[in-house]
């Protein structure tokens, strides 16, 4: 029940393309679900975050939708660019201070 | 500007030896992790401080030790390194609930 998981395992995006990674989830007592962009050799860094008491949050290119009832959510990235190529990962945290993270995803955009 | 610093950047040691990492923070929070993530995989918590609480993952090897002998710094312990402990180390900072930012990570390589 303390599972994140994440898919596809790795995502190939033509510049331009959208880019959609998806996360499920069972426990209902999780109420923050960020999503991490990491690049190799380098620490995860926050892409972006969402509650649940909303369903869909945009910060420029990165978008997140959330279905509550679904226990699902997603990245979706507009105009893929070569430099968003990296490993994305979802998590949700509870009523602990612990992150439960996805498996991973990595994408990688060509021009 | 640096918010999580991790130091020594990458660490080479020999089977056997003993080895400490560090960690500092600028943003004052008060629960600091520590993570290990190897290749392709998403990082896997080992402890976590809050404040000087310590709390152990049931999971966590005995051979991985921890210090935080005040807010700013946290240490790693690896005792008796082992092929297997050869990954990246993980650090990273909260404020109670809220959000986890992570160090650029510290490459050990095991000889």
């Known amino acids: 029940q303390q599972q994140v998981k994440q898919s596809p395992q790795s995502l190939i995006v033509q510049k331009g393309g959208i880019s959609i990674i998806n996360c499920a989830y069972e426990?209902?007592?999780?109420?923050?679900f960020p999503w991490y962009q990491q690049f190799p050799g380098k620490g995860p860094a926050l892409l972006i975050a969402?509650?649940?008491?909303?369903s869909e949050k945009k910060e420029g290119r990165f978008t997140i939708s959330f279905n509550k009832s679904a226990k699902q959510f997603s990245l979706h990235i507009m105009d893929s660019q070569p430099g968003d190529s990296a490993t994305y990962f979802c998590?949700?945290?509870?009523?602990?201070?612990?992150?439960?993270f996805g498996t991973g995803t990595r994408l990688q955009v060509f021009p | 500007d640096a918010m999580v610093i991790q130091n020594p950047r990458y660490q080479v040691t020999q089977f056997g030896k003993p080895v400490t990492l560090s960690c500092s923070q600028t943003?004052?929070?008060?629960?600091m992790y520590w993570y290990q993530q190897k290749s392709s995989q998403a990082p896997k918590l080992l402890f976590h401080?809050?404040?000087?609480?310590?709390?152990n993952e049931a999971d966590t090897p005995d051979n991985f030790q921890s210090r935080r002998p005040n807010t700013s710094f946290c240490f790693l312990d690896i005792r008796s390194p082992g092929l297997g402990d050869a990954a990246m180390y993980l650090c990273?900072?909260?404020?109670?609930?809220?959000?986890?930012?992570f160090g650029p990570g510290t490459r050990l390589l095991v000889l």
């Open positions: 998590a949700a945290r509870g009523n602990t201070d612990k992150l439960i």
């Open positions: 401080y809050y404040d000087k609480d310590f709390n």
């Open positions: 943003l004052n929070h008060n629960v």
């Open positions: 990273a900072t909260s404020g109670a609930q809220e959000t986890q930012y």
């Open positions: 426990n209902t007592a999780f109420d923050y």
């Open positions: 969402i509650r649940p008491d909303v």
